[in-house]
């Protein structure tokens, strides 16, 4: 073997070794850019997560607050009609007084 076709066989190697790593860095931004994507999708899938478990928690609070509104709103209901009712019952001894009186 001569020292020519040494060197070609070199250079051979050489290229084969700069096309080898030529692809190395092809693959590596292909999974790059893949593991981007599917970071993408993750943190999509978790915002769309988080947004429906505040809506649901939001959605929860909300039907307390209103159940606990109309218990209030109920139990006042039933303190001004106890009031009306003693209001009347003191305007009708107020009258039945009167009536008394003549």
């Known amino acids: 073997m001569s020292a020519i076709d040494t060197i070609r066989e070199i250079k051979h190697a050489e290229n084969n070794a700069v096309n080898a790593i030529e692809e190395a860095k092809k693959k590596a ?8 994507e ?25 039907k307390e607050a209103e159940e606990k ?14 009031m009306a009712n003693l209001a009347k019952v003191k305007i009708l001894n107020i009258k039945l007084e009167d009536v008394i009186e003549f």
Do not use: P, T
């Open 29 to 36: 931004e292909e999974i790059k850019l893949a593991a981007i």
């Open 38 to 62: 599917e970071g993408k999708k993750i943190i999509s899938e978790a915002e769309a997560s988080a947004e429906l478990s505040a809506k649901e928690l939001v959605s929860k609070f909300e």
């Open 69 to 82: 509104a109309n218990e209030i709103m109920n139990k006042e209901d039933k303190a001004i009609a106890e």
